[in-house]
């Protein structure tokens, strides 16, 4: 059973840091893409993040550009996001996402992505 399972989350003021990660098990196969999401209460998933396999490029969602860093850790199948200078509007639940193939065009479809995980809830206050 594969299981994407996301950890790192929790409370912090406004200008501050949190580092997520997200532990990939379950497979006997390689994931491809793997991406950070998140929700907001009473607003729609949004893409933060996305790496390919071999993390040798990243893409990431207008509101964190320079914010955010998303990595992963092949051998250990787990992917992480840096989050730094957080602000009030990036209070969300964080769900790691993954794919067996490589990121499409647009990287933020939802629905591209196979196995996602529970979501971590991530509070930033002023």
């Known amino acids: 059973q594969v299981q994407l399972v996301e950890s790192g989350g929790g409370s912090v003021q406004a200008g501050g840091s949190l580092k997520l990660s997200c532990v990939v098990s379950g497979l006997t196969y390689p994931v491809v893409c793997m991406a950070w999401f998140r929700q907001a209460s009473g607003k729609q998933r949004e893409g933060v993040a996305a790496i390919p396999e071999e993390g040798n490029w990243q893409l990431y969602g207008d509101s964190v550009k320079g914010r955010f860093s998303i990595s992963r850790d092949k051998t250990e199948n787990t992917l992480f996001l840096e989050m730094s200078s957080l602000k009030p509007e990036d209070t969300a639940i964080y769900y790691c996402?993954?794919?067996?193939?490589?990121?499409?065009?647009?990287?933020?479809?939802?629905?591209?992505?196979?196995?996602w995980g529970q979501g971590t809830q991530v509070t930033v206050s002023s």
């Open positions: 996402a993954a794919d067996r193939g490589a990121c499409s065009t647009p990287w933020n479809d939802q629905t591209w992505y196979e196995y």
